[in-house]
T-cell receptor, first 114, second 120 residues
Framework: AQSVTQLGSHVSVSEGALVLLRCNYS??????LFWYVQYPNQGLQLLLK??????LVKGINGFEAEFKKSETSFHLTKPSAHMSDAAEYFC????????????FGKGTTLSVSS | GAVVSQHPSRVICKSGTSVKIECRSL??????MFWYRQFPKQSLMLMAT?????????EQGVEKDKFLINHASLTLSTLTVTSAHPEDSSFYIC????????????????FGEGSRLTVL
């Protein structure tokens, strides 16, 4: 069965600092990988996804993530944090088989201080 | 981009009553919709997979008689919480995949805005 582990339930950075949110997955075959952001009392917004091809994926709002098969990781980064980046971030995985759901990690709360 | 709409966004009900939450794909057809539940400060837990025209597939531990899911058309799935109790209070989120993508998982999964249920 697939699973996702997000290391660190809470990450705090200063405005302008590097953001690094960690995600490791467990899957018998390389899955599809996603990062979503959630603001309070709202649904989820897709930041980026990896399916095939280039392992460095660029998303919205300056975020990017790199798929590393050898490390079974898909860490999310942003060079310079903004106050508006403060939110809950979820890493998710799905099988390549059509019709299967996303399995989410427990989430990481990102706080940005001025 | 594709939009998934949930209604109501917030609902408060008395214990013992039933509540229906609607999930609509506004500009695309969704053969498969997924229902998630999210407790405060926690992740999204998959409740069930809803396929148009067939019975929903529930995850282990989810009571199918309490959480009734109907997917009667390619644009609408409903979740009915029957005989609701305070422990059913939660944030319920639906998601859908564009049928045009053939249901392939490379297609983006679009999420509704969520419905916050409070059972008194």
């Amino acid at each position: 069965a697939q699973s996702v582990t997000q290391l660190g339930s809470h990450v705090s950075v200063s405005e302008g600092a590097l953001v690094l949110l960690r995600c490791n997955y467990s899957s018998s075959v390389p899955p599809y990988l996603f990062w979503y952001v959630q603001y309070p009392n709202q649904g989820l917004q897709l930041l980026l996804k990896y399916t095939t091809g280039a392992t460095l994926v660029k998303g919205i709002n300056g975020f990017e993530a790199e798929f590393k098969k050898s490390e079974t990781s898909f860490h999310l980064t942003k060079p310079s944090a903004h106050m508006s980046d403060a939110a809950e971030y979820f890493c998710a995985v799905s099988e390549r088989q059509a019709g299967t759901a996303l399995i989410f990690g427990k989430g990481t709360t990102l706080s940005v201080s001025s | 981009g594709a939009v998934v709409s949930q209604h109501p966004s917030r609902v408060i009900c008395k214990s013992g009553t039933s509540v229906k939450i609607e999930c609509r794909s506004l500009d695309f057809q969704a053969t498969t919709m997924f229902w998630y539940r999210q407790f405060p400060k926690q992740s999204l837990m998959l409740m069930a997979t809803s396929n148009e025209g067939s019975k929903a597939t529930y995850e282990q531990g989810v009571e199918k008689d309490k959480f009734l899911i109907n997917h009667a058309s390619l644009t609408l799935s409903t979740l009915t919480v029957t005989s609701a109790h305070p422990e059913d209070s939660s944030f319920y989120i639906c998601s859908a995949r564009d049928f045009a993508s053939g249901g392939l998982n490379t297609g983006e999964l679009f999420f509704g805005e969520g419905s916050r249920l409070t059972v008194l």
